[in-house]
């Protein structure tokens, strides 16, 4: 199986991460060849790589069988999670946390769109089992004054798996990243939906209310705590790869 991903999000701190992270380590436990890849980071602290996301899904790989079953709290992962991984799954690391063109700019650095191209395009080929590129923030988060994680989508041309929330407003935001990607040519093959701690809206509802609107979009309900939720986004993944 050869098969790539891009996993984006409607907005930032939904879970990409943690999804990312389970699915490698669900494949990895079902022997299945996966790579998981975080391009671009910000918040970045060069004392501690192991914390970071990059760091996040090394451990997760570095540890099959294990899933993280805690929803929002990652775990502090395998000592040896070394400066010099994490940057080789992740070649844009930036200190501040903010949007990607800001953190760059605070260090007097843009990030090339082409090479960042060119890089992603370099690790689908060298691929030969899954591969799993997770995105910055949310889909119209700017990566340069020029291009944002959309222009990044669809220059890749990968199926996309889109993370949401069941806050209130999350319906709002979903259907607004859902027709920016619709508006430069992508269709995600999922939706993803993390119950969002706290919402006075069922995930459930919310998922109802995204049905009239996904079309033959996937909708997979992961809730809080939910292990069970990460196997079956890994098996929609799996299938969707046949």
Same mark, same amino acid.
């Given at each position: 199986?050869?098969?790539a991903?891009?996993?984006?999000?409607?907005?930032?701190?939904?879970?990409?991460?943690?999804?990312?992270?389970?699915?490698?380590?669900?494949?990895?436990? =079902?022997? /299945?060849?996966?790579?998981?890849?975080?391009?671009?980071?910000?918040?970045?602290?060069?004392?501690?790589?192991?914390?970071?996301?990059?760091? /996040?899904? &090394?451990?997760?790989?570095?540890?099959?069988?294990? @899933?993280?079953?805690s929803?929002?709290? @990652?775990?502090?992962?395998?000592?040896?999670?070394?400066? %010099?991984?994490?940057?080789?799954i992740?070649?844009?690391?930036?200190?501040?946390?903010?949007?990607?063109?800001?953190?760059?700019?605070?260090?007097? =650095?843009?990030i090339?769109?082409?090479?960042?191209?060119?890089?992603?395009? $370099?690790?689908?080929?060298?691929?030969?089992?899954? &591969?799993?590129?997770? $995105? !910055?923030?949310? *889909?119209? !988060?700017? &990566?340069?004054? =020029?291009?944002?994680?959309?222009?990044?989508?669809?220059?890749?041309? @990968?199926? +996309? *798996? @889109? !993370?949401?929330?069941?806050?209130?407003?999350?319906?709002?935001?979903? &259907?607004t990243?859902?027709?920016?990607?619709?508006?430069?040519? /992508? *269709?995600?093959?999922?939706? *993803?939906?993390?119950?969002?701690?706290?919402?006075?809206?069922?995930?459930?509802?919310?998922?109802?209310?995204l +049905?009239?609107? %996904?079309?033959?979009?996937?909708?997979?309900? !992961?809730? =809080?705590?939910?292990?069970a939720?990460?196997?079956?986004?890994?098996?929609?993944?799996?299938?969707?790869?046949?």
């Open positions: 199986m050869k098969r991903y891009f996993i984006t999000a409607t907005g930032t701190d939904l879970g990409k991460t943690w999804l990312t992270a389970g699915v490698a380590a669900a494949c990895h436990a =079902r022997g /299945v060849a996966v790579r998981a890849v975080k391009p671009v980071m910000s918040g970045y602290d060069a004392a501690n790589p192991a914390a970071s996301d990059a760091g /996040v899904l &090394l451990q997760k790989l570095g540890t099959p069988g294990v @899933l993280c079953t929803f929002g709290r @990652l775990p502090s992962g395998r000592a040896g999670v070394t400066a %010099s991984e994490v940057a080789a992740a070649p844009w690391r930036f200190a501040a946390p903010l949007s990607p063109d800001l953190a760059a700019a605070r260090e007097g =650095r843009a090339d769109f082409a090479e960042l191209v060119g890089w992603c395009r $370099g690790e689908m080929e060298r691929n030969d089992g899954l &591969l799993l590129i997770e $995105g !910055v923030g949310g *889909v119209m !988060v700017p &990566l340069d004054a =020029r291009h944002t994680v959309r222009d990044w989508i669809a220059a890749l041309g @990968l199926p +996309v *798996v @889109l !993370v949401a929330g069941s806050y209130l407003g999350a319906l709002s935001h979903t &259907l990243a859902l027709s920016a990607l619709r508006e430069a040519g /992508v *269709v995600p093959c999922a939706i *993803v939906v993390n119950e969002s701690a706290g919402s006075s809206v069922g995930v459930e509802d919310t998922v109802a209310s +049905v009239p609107h %996904s079309g033959d979009i996937g909708l997979i309900i !992961v809730k =809080r705590d939910d292990a939720g990460i196997e079956r986004l890994t098996d929609f993944l799996m299938e969707s790869s046949e």
